[in-house]
């Protein structure tokens, strides 16, 4: 049977309602009778009819954003000793300090981590907090998926989490806008979300990659939340070592096996392209240029004016 606490909470990702029956190969929505299968454990919680997924991409094991078949495996072994191709400056800190206020609250904190297949930039420590619940979806089948569900129509009750998190998730969705309209509605009062979100950076994934946003572009999206911080995570040097490894792909990319050559090439000499982020943080003009952006806050019932958004800017 899948985690018993991923269950608590839930609405029909159909019709919204609280009646669920569960069994050890699928879920059942008294109300409607629409049924959800369980796979390996896993509950597929999306709505067909809505979604561009379907319950056989996750029955047939199809590969969707993630390439979760057995190819491949010693080329991701060789992979993991090139040098990343660029840095994460801020995350780690930023969830010491998201993991400092949820354990502040009085009750033992619930979160939801979207894209949570498997475990994101600097996000260990908060991860293993005991006395913290985590429910991490995805929508890719990968060793931390607990539920799949799609963050269009987020199958839980209005206020139930203390936090979200969507790390490198919004950029994948097809409606931004949608999906953060169900954050908010799924989160406490004052609940928190974390959101990090690419800026200057190329496709990264295929078919799954749709939206890039500027600092003032993700206030817009997220007006709904009374800001608490946000900068960047990836500066300028570091948009300049994507553009550098996608330029060479490119020009002399054209074959899997290639590309590989090429990506270890621009990675052992590009290394250290991201390590003028650390020049480019003292102007306050490189966000800018930033490759990626973060921002925490808090659930507000007041929405930024559009004329707020334009002042927001500095």
Not at 109 to 130: D, F, N, R, Y
Not at 194 to 209: I, L, R, S, W
Not at 217 to 232: A, D
């Amino acid at each position: 049977m899948a985690h018993s606490h991923i269950f608590e909470g839930l609405v029909c990702p159909v019709c919204n309602s609280q009646d669920f029956t569960h069994t050890d190969n699928q879920s059942v929505c008294s109300n409607c009778n629409s049924k959800f299968p369980i796979i390996n454990n896993i509950p597929i919680l999306i709505n067909e009819e809505r979604s561009i997924f379907s319950f056989d991409d996750f029955i047939n094991q199809k590969n969707l954003f993630f390439d979760i078949s057995n190819q491949g495996k010693f080329i991701n072994k060789i992979a993991k000793l090139i040098p990343p191709l660029g840095r994460n400056w801020k995350s780690k800190t930023n969830f010491k300090n998201l993991r400092t206020r949820l354990l502040a609250l009085d009750k033992r904190p619930k979160v939801l981590v979207l894209g949570g297949s498997i475990i994101g930039e600097g996000m260990q420590a908060l991860l293993e907090e005991a006395n913290i619940t985590f429910i991490e979806s995805d929508v890719s089948f990968g060793p931390r998926t607990q539920v799949v569900l799609d963050a269009h129509a987020i199958p839980y009750q209005d206020n139930y989490f203390d936090c979200v998190i969507a790390q490198a998730v919004l950029e994948h969705v097809v409606n931004p806008q949608k999906c953060v309209a169900e954050i908010h509605r799924v989160l406490k009062p004052k609940g928190f979300f974390y959101a990090e979100t690419p800026f200057m950076q190329q496709v990264h994934g295929k078919a799954y990659d749709f939206t890039r946003f500027t600092r003032s572009g993700h206030r817009s999206l997220l007006r709904n939340f009374e800001e608490i911080e946000s900068g960047y995570v990836a500066g300028p040097g570091t948009a300049m070592a994507w553009t550098y490894e996608y330029l060479l792909l490119s020009i002399f990319g054209f074959s899997s096996k290639i590309n590989f050559l090429i990506k270890a090439w621009a990675r052992i000499t590009g290394f250290w392209l991201p390590l003028l982020d650390l020049l480019a943080k003292w102007n306050t003009r490189s966000i800018d240029a930033a490759s990626g952006l973060y921002f925490l806050g808090s659930k507000s019932d007041y929405s930024l004016s559009d004329k707020e958004i334009i002042e927001y800017y500095k």
